[in-house]
């Protein structure tokens, strides 16, 4: 199966999660890949959104109980996103291994 049928095939299966947008599916990625979770602003960066669009996202996710929210151990400004068991779960039907 080459690149597109792949990525076709996600998508399908992102869509049956309720999970509508490339976006989503990057910034849950991106948080599932990392064993300390990802600080907001990196989430921003990542996926190329505001400050603002971003938080907006992981409210969206946060909701669905993929994602949870930290303060950061020493500075509380920053805030930590860490993926719940749920997430993980969903990420591993989204990108089933063989």
Not at 35 to 48: F, L, Q, S, Y
């Amino acid at each position: 199966m080459n690149f597109t049928e792949q990525f076709m095939q996600a998508c399908r299966r992102a869509r049956e999660e309720n999970i509508n947008a490339v976006t989503v599916v990057h910034a849950l990625t991106l948080i599932g890949h990392s064993d300390n979770g990802v600080k907001m602003t990196t989430i921003a960066d990542k996926v190329g959104f505001s400050t603002a669009a971003a938080t907006g996202l992981i409210d969206q996710l946060e909701k669905m109980n993929l994602v949870r929210r930290e303060k950061h151990q020493t500075d509380r400004r920053i805030i930590i996103v860490q993926i719940t068991t749920e997430g993980l779960a969903c990420l591993a039907r989204i990108f089933p291994t063989k």
